[in-house]
């Protein structure tokens, strides 16, 4: 059965393009350097979003028009959804796709019956990637909606909720192996606290440290080698989250031993909502040798919540490839559009332009990223502006081989000192030529 009857494969049309439903800058087999766009950008469409969202919100009720939505029986429905999702898939000719297991399948009356579900729904998605290109990015359970995870799941006070949170992993575990996902990505949708007042911190942190060295355990024995990746995100659901931001969950892995076996899979929004802009997220975690994969979205400047809006921001796309690119790629990483439609935008085809709109916004992004990697533009000026470290006294500070008693003698000698400007708003004004020559071209 076909969902989106009024939607053709998607072309490229190039940047003077009018078509809604063309691509205007991604063009998956131009070569940008070395690799194709595809190669690149591994792009991956995220399953709850695009097929679970009704757009829904605290104050409406749903307004998602959804074909498959019509079936009543909660595993017609996720059948149903399949079919749907690799259409478009295959529409949008999109290389991944990342799910969580209560987006694929229902869960049922017992922890039995929802992993009897998502077999039967698991045994029909890989009977689809047979005939289809794409490929699991990620996928992940949902340890956070149900009321049991009230108090968190792996830092949870209440043991069962430990053990059930574990099940529910080892479970997604030898999901993923069966369908041989690229990376298996740790959300802790509750696991922080609301306040100190009840909370034992350290056993929580303990706990948390525990379960992620059991689940790697796991991964060994049953032979499942996808990359493990944390998904740093502040505040929003409980007060205090343990994985507050790419710095914060670093420590935490450093502290646990966990720091070569977990990457950071990076969001935007999520790098909004902890004050930091998207590219500080992903520069910390590349210089850290810690990058593995990124949602790509934004959100909202006005709202101080989770909007996930489709990627549009120049800038920002610009910015995030240009990590990327200095950390040659994303290795086993992709860019999954962890992103939803806006509540007005709640036609079936409207999926398909948002995506689009997403990918132009990366493609063009990757083009101006790596024309100012070629010409040296950035590297250039922070050279410059950090010359006096390549001599004298600053090479010697560099290289171990001075202390505070020669530094002090060096200072007292000094009859004055001259900073140089750093020009940012010249800087942000190349940027901008870049990024008008590219879209001209």
């Keep these: ?82 079919e749907a999702a690799f259409e478009l898939f295959e529409k949008l000719n999109v290389p991944y796709f990342a799910f969580h297991d209560v987006d694929i399948a229902p869960e049922g009356s017992s922890l039995k019956e929802s992993f009897d579900n998502q077999d039967t729904i698991v045994a029909m998605i890989k009977d689809y990637m047979k005939d289809s290109k794409v490929k699991l990015l990620w996928n992940t359970v949902n340890n956070f909606s149900h009321p049991r995870f009230v108090q968190g799941a792996a830092s949870s006070n209440n043991a069962d909720v430990f053990a059930y949170s574990a099940a529910k992993v080892k479970k997604g575990l030898e999901v993923g192996k069966e369908l041989g996902a690229e990376n298996y990505v740790f959300w802790g949708g509750r696991e922080g606290y609301e306040s100190l007042l009840n909370t034992d911190m350290k056993l929580e942190l303990d706990n948390l440290g525990r379960f992620f060295h059991m689940a790697n355990d796991y991964a060994k024995e049953i032979g499942f080698d996808a990359q493990f990746l944390i998904e740093p995100k502040p505040k929003e659901p409980t007060t205090h989250q343990y994985d507050y931001d790419v710095a914060t969950s670093h420590a935490f892995l450093q502290n646990y031993g966990l720091e070569d076996i977990f990457k950071f899979n990076i969001e935007a929004n999520h790098a909004t909502l902890a004050g930091h802009t998207f590219e500080h997220e992903i520069h910390y975690a590349r210089i850290n040798n810690m990058l593995g994969s990124l949602d790509a979205n934004q959100g909202h400047p006005h709202l101080g919540w989770d909007t996930d809006e ?132």
Excluded: C
Aim: charge should be negative.
């Design 1 to 82: 059965m076909a969902y989106f009857d009024n939607v053709s494969n998607i072309k490229f049309e190039g940047a003077t393009s009018t078509n809604p439903l063309a691509y205007k800058f991604y063009n998956s087999e131009e070569k940008i350097g070395d690799k194709t766009m595809e190669e690149h950008l591994k792009f991956s469409v995220a399953y709850w979003h695009t097929f679970t969202e009704d757009l829904s919100d605290p104050f409406g009720v749903g307004t998602a028009i959804r074909p498959w939505d019509k079936h009543t029986d909660p595993m017609d429905k996720a059948k149903a959804r399949v």
């Design 310 to 441: 489709f990627p549009s921001d120049l800038y920002t796309t610009t910015l995030a490839m240009y990590e990327v690119l200095k950390n040659g790629g994303l290795g086993r990483g992709g860019l999954n559009f962890d992103s939803k439609v806006r509540r007005t935008s709640f036609e079936p085809e409207d999926l398909f332009k948002a995506h689009i709109v997403g990918m132009d916004s990366y493609a063009l992004g990757l083009r101006v990223a790596h024309q100012m990697l070629e010409d040296k533009v950035l590297e250039n000026i922070i050279s410059d502006r950090y010359s006096s470290y390549t001599e004298g006294i600053g090479k010697e500070i560099v290289e171990g081989k001075t202390d505070f008693k020669q530094l002090s003698d060096y200072a007292l000698g000094l009859s004055d000192i001259q900073n140089k400007s750093g020009q940012l708003e010249v800087i942000k004004g190349i940027l901008n030529q870049y990024l008008v020559r590219a879209a001209a071209n």
